[in-house]
């Protein structure tokens, strides 16, 4: 148990179906964060949530939608994906020191194992 | 982020020593070395982190290269439990903003046999 919970743990959706992943900290941090990894690939960053506010879009496609109503809670929204976008999608929280300083680990969730058929 | 070069796999057995290495040739002066794992069916794990010292903690040691140019990842005595992908990261420590970000690559799949 890492503080970072995530659901559903699987998921299994069509290409015109709407779904949404959830991901809850409840360590007290300030940072949140989603990555995919997709089989045999590394981990990808995806975005990044500082105090509520996006600060990383790594191009992204539109059909992933982020939302982050509060430092505890992170939203991935999707919708018309395509059957690539089937992978392991991973939440994480740390608590992110600006100006460089001391190291905050970066906690992650088990993830949300996506298939889209 | 400076690039890592870590051996796709490692086998051990159980409650022998385990030594991961990471080769990092372009590392800045301000980079830090991290390792994380991840457990078959887990999201990812920190281990161990440094600059330019040795480190220890209750899970590993991270011995690092007086150049700084590779890094090694102790276990030990590796258990079954150890079996994962270890990743050898680079995190730029200089100036704010981007300091928290990780950029994983494809890690060292180490498996421990009984």
């Not at chain 2, 590993?60 to 890094?71: G, M």
Request: net charge neutral; glycine share 6%; aromatic share 10%.
């Amino acid at each position: 148990e890492t503080g970072v919970t995530q659901t559903p743990r699987h998921l299994v959706m069509g290409m015109t179906n709407k779904k949404s992943l959830k991901c809850e900290q409840h360590l007290g941090h300030n940072a949140m964060y989603w990555y995919k990894q997709s089989a045999k690939k590394p981990l990808e960053l995806m975005f990044v949530y500082n105090f509520k506010e996006q600060t990383e879009n790594n191009s992204v496609p539109s059909r992933f939608s982020p939302e982050c109503p509060n430092s505890s809670h992170l939203f991935l929204h999707l919708h018309t994906l395509q059957p690539e976008d089937s992978a392991l999608y991973l939440c994480a929280s740390s608590q992110v020191s600006f100006g460089g300083g001391a190291y905050n680990e970066q906690f992650f969730g088990p993830g949300t194992r996506l298939t889209v058929l | 982020d400076a690039k890592t070069t870590q051996p796709n796999s490692m086998e051990s057995n159980e409650e022998e020593p385990v030594h991961l290495p990471c080769n990092h040739s372009t590392i800045s002066g301000t980079d830090y070395i991290h390792w994380y794992r991840q457990l078959p069916s887990q999201g990812p794990e920190y281990v161990i982190h440094g600059l330019t010292s040795n480190v220890n903690n209750r899970m590993a040691s991270l011995a690092i290269a007086e150049d700084r140019k590779s890094s090694t990842l102790i276990l030990h005595r590796a258990t079954l439990r150890d079996a994962a992908v270890y990743y050898c990261i680079l995190r730029d420590v200089a100036g704010g903003g981007s300091n928290y970000k990780l950029t994983f690559g494809k890690g060292t799949l180490l498996t421990v046999n009984p």
